[in-house]
């Protein structure tokens, strides 16, 4: 989706497969499955030399309708970017708590890992999943090379960001074990990607009691 993204014409599955180092059907079976969620859009390009159209890909830019309405929202939430962050996390639970269960339960970071990038796609964050770490804590990393409310989130990042994060811990713990996983958020580590985190501590791997926030 990034390179889609960022390319100035339409993109062939032959060139996406040099681009990304895979192989060519396996782009296109990822092509095929952007296509149905709506996400590119197939255009017949003309062909090189004689043969059938080629097929290009474009990702399909998507247009925010509530970006001024959220804006207006975000000013409304007082001066102090902590209460902000605060107010929006508690808003952003409340919206997770409206979405449908997930068909996946968490019971281990993997599952948190699937789940969250599930949610995250379909919520236009074109997410694309970093390994996992284990050192004193494990810890899973998702990529979002997009945002629909990334203007909006470059000057009140406390509040999109929040909301975001508040939605995505409510949805861990419904569908697991509460505060069994920690969700963190990182806006604009590039200038086009934020980075979600989410962690396990080691005695709640061992599944003994413990106290988690977040």
């Not at 889609?4 to 062939?12: I, K, N, S």
């Not at 074990?177 to 980075?195: D, N, Q, R, W």
């Not at 979600?196 to 003994?208: P, V």
Request: proline letters at 6%; aromatic letters at 4%; hydrophobic letters at 35%.
């Amino acid at each position: 989706m990034a390179l889609l993204r960022g390319a100035d014409h339409p993109l062939g599955a032959q060139e996406l497969a040099e681009l990304t180092g895979q192989h060519v059907t396996t782009v296109r079976f990822h092509l095929d499955v952007l296509t149905k969620d709506s996400l590119v859009r197939q255009l017949q390009q003309p062909p090189r030399g004689r043969g059938r159209p080629r097929i290009g890909y474009t990702a399909i830019q998507r247009s925010v309708g509530y970006q001024e309405l959220a804006q207006v929202l975000a000013e409304r939430l007082g001066a102090d970017p902590r209460r902000r962050l605060d107010a929006s996390v508690t808003a952003g639970r409340a919206w997770g708590a409206k979405v449908d269960d997930c068909e996946r339960p968490v019971e281990t970071l993997d599952d948190a890992r699937e789940v969250a990038t599930t949610l995250s796609a379909e919520l236009g964050f074109a997410p694309e999943q970093g390994g996992i770490t284990s050192d004193e804590d494990e810890t899973a990393t998702i990529r979002f090379t997009a945002c629909p409310l990334r203007e909006l989130a470059r000057t009140h990042s406390e509040v999109v960001c929040g909301v975001h994060l508040g939605m995505l811990r409510e949805v861990l713990d419904r569908s697991g074990k509460p505060g069994a996983i920690t969700a963190s958020l990182h806006p604009f580590v590039e200038p086009e990607l934020c980075l979600a985190r989410l962690s396990t501590t080691a005695t709640i791997r061992e599944r003994t009691p413990t106290a988690a926030t977040g």
